[in-house]
């Protein structure tokens, strides 16, 4: 099938040869397979069974309008968005910890250093960046069992959606009473 594909887009070149080129030897190869003559895209689609005719939507006569090669770029469900927000929590987290050995490692060097660097911390950014850190950690956690569900537990594939949903839900639970005891922190040490 690839094979036939190959040839309909007018690419030369054998499936055993093409995965020793690079990814950008190859995007080239395919990008100049898709290039056409006046009219665009000269590409077709092929069947299992090459005898069989194939019937498409073509183009309107006298239009302008052009075929293009299918897009590439996967527009994602919620589950490709959980997977992107778990490794942005993941790294967010990881900057915290870092930050946090260091500035705690300053006790070592100079007792008077660190109460320098706590004292920048007292400020309401700092305290937004904290309700950041708990939705970060609040959310890899929720996260982190789904994903254990999904790859422990028989039935847990079956169920991925309904459990991201439950997360979702238990995450927003979790979050209103937090933000509402950072903000009465926050409100008497800032007033």
Do not use: C
Not at 61 to 75: I, Q
Not at 126 to 146: D, K, P, Q, T
């Amino acid at each position: 099938m690839a094979t036939r594909y190959m040839i309909a887009i007018g690419l030369s070149v054998p499936p055993a040869d093409l995965v020793k080129l690079s990814s950008i030897a190859r995007l080239e190869l395919f990008h100049d397979g898709f290039e056409g003559g006046e009219d665009g895209l000269t590409t077709k689609a092929t069947t299992a069974n090459p005898a069989a005719p194939t019937k498409g939507p073509e183009p309107a006569p006298g239009s302008s309008r052009k075929r293009r090669p299918p897009r590439t770029l996967y527009r994602g469900d919620p589950g490709m968005w959980s997977w992107v927000l778990h490794r942005i929590t993941g790294a967010t987290i990881f900057f915290f910890l870092f930050v946090h050995v260091l500035d705690t490692a300053l006790v070592r060097v100079s007792p008077q250093a660190y109460n320098s660097v706590i004292g920048t911390y007292k400020t309401p950014v700092v305290g937004l960046m904290e309700f950041g850190l708990v939705v970060a950690v609040s959310y890899h956690a929720l996260n982190g069992i789904r994903i254990i569900l999904i790859d422990f537990w028989s039935q847990g594939p079956r169920h991925q959606r309904l459990m991201l949903g439950v997360v979702g839900i238990v995450w927003l639970l979790i979050l209103v009473p937090a933000a509402v005891v950072l903000g009465i922190h926050m409100w008497e040490h800032f007033r």
